[in-house]
Structures are given as structure tokens and as C-alpha cells.
């Protein structure tokens, strides 16, 4: 019922940003928090931030002050800011959508890449 659409991801150089962008798209939803996770190979799915539909927001320990997550109600649109990019910081980023009644959803996942 809810469909998510990423872009944004690709190849850096370690110090450089990018932007992530997830749509969500349906009907008969109301959405109660966005997210970030990532995967990186061979490792689990890792919480990256999270903002809830009152605008506070969660960041993992790894990315707190190098990446800012932000929403568009109007667009029902969440974005991920990131900066000062590290290798470490390479995975596929997967969009994540918490509705109202609660279930997740989970975009199809945008690769970033980040090398030294």
C-alpha cells in the first residue's frame, strides 16, 4: 500500500557529501517516523537516524555531526545529509517508514560508496 523511492547514492571520495532522498507514495497511510539504516557486506542492518512525525530525531553514535536527517510532510519525502563521508560509511542505505497502524516499510536500498 505504501511504495518507497530512493535516489542520491553513488561513488564519493572520502570527505565528500551526499544527499539521499526517499518518497513514500500510497494511500490510506499516515506516517509516524522516517529513517536511514544501512548494510554493510557481511554485516547486519544498522540503525543510521531516525525523525518522527513531531520533527525529533536519532542518530547512530558513527554519524552524529557529519549527517543531518530532515522531512517533507507535504511531500511525505525524508532526506539524509551526509558529509565529511568516511570509508567506513559505504553500504547499501535502505529508507525506512514507520506508518499509522504501525508497520515498516522499506525502500529498495541505494548503494554509497565512499573511497580514500
Known amino acids: 500500500q505504501v511504495q518507497l523511492v530512493e535516489s542520491g547514492g553513488g561513488l564519493v571520495q572520502a570527505g565528500g557529501s551526499l544527499r539521499l532522498s526517499c518518497a513514500a507514495s500510497?494511500?490510506?497511510?499516515?506516517?509516524?517516523?522516517m529513517g536511514w539504516y544501512r548494510q554493510a557486506p557481511g554485516k547486519q542492518r544498522d540503525l543510521v537516524a531516525t525523525?518522527?512525525?513531531?520533527?525529533?530525531?536519532n542518530y547512530a553514535d558513527s554519524v552524529k555531526g557529519r549527517f543531518t536527517i530532515s522531512r517533507d510532510n507535504a511531500k511525505n519525502t525524508v532526506y539524509l545529509q551526509m558529509n565529511s563521508l568516511k570509508p567506513e560509511d559505504t553500504a547499501v542505505y535502505y529508507c525506512?517508514?514507520?506508518?499509522?497502524?504501525?508497520?515498516?516499510?522499506w525502500g529498495q536500498g541505494t548503494q554509497v560508496t565512499v573511497s580514500s
Open positions: 500510497g494511500s490510506s497511510f499516515s506516517i509516524n517516523a
Open positions: 525523525i518522527t512525525s513531531g520533527g525529533n530525531t
Open positions: 525506512m517508514v514507520l506508518t499509522t497502524p504501525a508497520y515498516f516499510y
